[in-house]
């Protein structure tokens, strides 16, 4: 039975957040916290790798990923991102992260990730970054 019909569907089934295409170009990914945010970043990473039925020449989209509600990330979060934009970096795109709070935002400046990813205050600013570095084809967002 549907959402509309009363019963309430398991959390594997009906995810809280998924990534949306915001253009054809460009995945849009608002995160949410754990044990979510582990399950999030690698159904994003799924979508840049290529399968067995699509062309090796499928063009993979950007990605901006929202930490908006994110308060916490742990190393595997950080392989995970790491592995993410390696992907992008070989395929020619930009992985942008946006919104991250004060805590995060001094984790990456400590560990020196500040230096690694590209980072946007807000989503807006992130997906112009993105769309700038599309046109120009720079990875640099």
Known sequence: MGR?????LGAAE???TMPIDWSDNIIL????AEPELAEELSAIFDRLRPAKDQPRDRK???????FASV?????????ALLRMRKRLIEVGRSL??????????????????DKVFQFAPDTMTALARVQIADQTGSQEA
């Open 4 to 8: 509309a019909g009363g019963s309430r």
């Open 14 to 16: 009906y995810p809280k």
């Open 29 to 32: 990914a608002d995160l949410t």
């Open 60 to 66: 993979v989209p950007s990605v901006v990923l929202n």
């Open 71 to 79: 308060s916490y990330v742990n190393s595997s979060h950080i392989a």
């Open 96 to 113: 942008v992260l946006c919104s991250l709070n004060d805590d995060l935002w001094t984790m990456m400046g400590l560990t020196g990730l």
